[in-house]
């Protein structure tokens, strides 16, 4: 399994790229929301979270080889989630990711069915599906894009989503934990542990406040 690629960026084409990797050239596909990001990164070196399938029908022996890939872990771990589900499958929710992920997941999280069926190829049925079986396992995707928090970055992932939990447990709703993390991640600071990030989460809101 090839999990990533790191090479030179030689073109950017509608769903794919052309990535050069030693004497080899790679074609990728990516998501619509990556794209986007990417065409200003031309002949640069890019590494990329990758998936790789076999498309086609196995029973008429057509099976080709593909990669796809994502700027981060964090994206390709929810893509594959979003593939998981009835119905979805990898060509539909690459057509459907058009959106940065960390709007995708709010929607879900907050049942926001008009939202996902905006999402080319996703209709009213598999946005409920899509709810009904990722809602409580994406908040954390939400978290941590939409504070431009890197997979790979000073706050682990883990910790983030635990300390989600915790303030939902203390009687936050979802949204409520969502903003007061979003607050307190925009200082960039490092957080070591759960309990490190909810003192800074407490002091956030106590100089609110004041």
Same mark, same amino acid.
């Given at each position: 399994?090839?999990?990533?690629?790191?090479?030179?960026?030689?073109?950017?084409?509608?769903?794919?790229?052309?990535?050069?990797?030693?004497?080899?050239?790679?074609?990728?596909?990516?998501?619509?929301?990556?794209?986007?990001?990417? *065409?200003?990164?031309?002949?640069?070196?890019?590494?990329?979270?990758?998936?790789?399938?076999?498309?086609?029908?196995?029973? *008429?022996?057509?099976?080709?080889?593909?990669?796809?890939?994502?700027?981060? =872990?964090?994206?390709?771990?929810?893509?594959?989630?979003?593939?998981?589900?009835?119905?979805?499958?990898?060509?539909?929710?690459?057509?459907?990711?058009?959106?940065?992920?960390?709007?995708?997941?709010?929607?879900?999280? =907050?049942?926001?069915?008009?939202?996902?069926?905006?999402?080319?190829?996703?209709?009213?049925?598999?946005?409920?599906?899509?709810?009904?079986?990722?809602?409580?396992?994406?908040?954390?995707?939400?978290?941590?894009?939409?504070?431009?928090?890197?997979?790979?970055?000073?706050?682990?992932?883990?910790?983030?989503?635990?300390?989600?939990?915790?303030?939902?447990?203390?009687?936050?709703?979802?949204?409520?934990?969502?903003?007061?993390?979003?607050?307190?991640?925009?200082?960039? *600071?490092?957080?070591?542990?759960?309990?490190?990030?909810?003192?800074?989460?407490?002091?956030? *809101?106590?100089?609110?406040?004041?």
């Amino acid at each position: 399994m090839i999990k990533k690629v790191t090479g030179r960026l030689l073109d950017v084409g509608t769903d794919a790229i052309a990535l050069e990797v030693g004497p080899f050239e790679y074609e990728v596909l990516i998501p619509e929301y990556n794209r986007r990001l990417l *065409q200003a990164k031309l002949g640069e070196d890019v590494s990329l979270h990758t998936i790789d399938y076999l498309e086609g029908n196995p029973m *008429q022996g057509k099976l080709t080889p593909r990669l796809i890939g994502f700027i981060s =872990e964090a994206e390709r771990e929810f893509f594959e989630l979003f593939c998981s589900v009835d119905g979805v499958g990898v060509k539909k929710a690459l057509r459907a990711m058009v959106r940065p992920v960390h709007e995708v997941a709010e929607a879900i999280a =907050e049942q926001e069915s008009k939202t996902l069926c905006a999402l080319p190829g996703i209709g009213p049925a598999v946005a409920e599906r899509v709810i009904a079986k990722l809602r409580r396992k994406v908040p954390k995707f939400a978290l941590l894009v939409s504070a431009n928090v890197p997979a790979e970055g000073s706050v682990d992932r883990d910790v983030i989503s635990e300390t989600f939990e915790v303030l939902c447990s203390l009687g936050h709703s979802e949204a409520d934990a969502r903003r007061l993390l979003d607050q307190t991640l925009a200082s960039k *600071q490092k957080f070591k542990d759960v309990q490190d990030l909810l003192q800074a989460v407490y002091q956030q *809101q106590h100089q609110g406040k004041a």
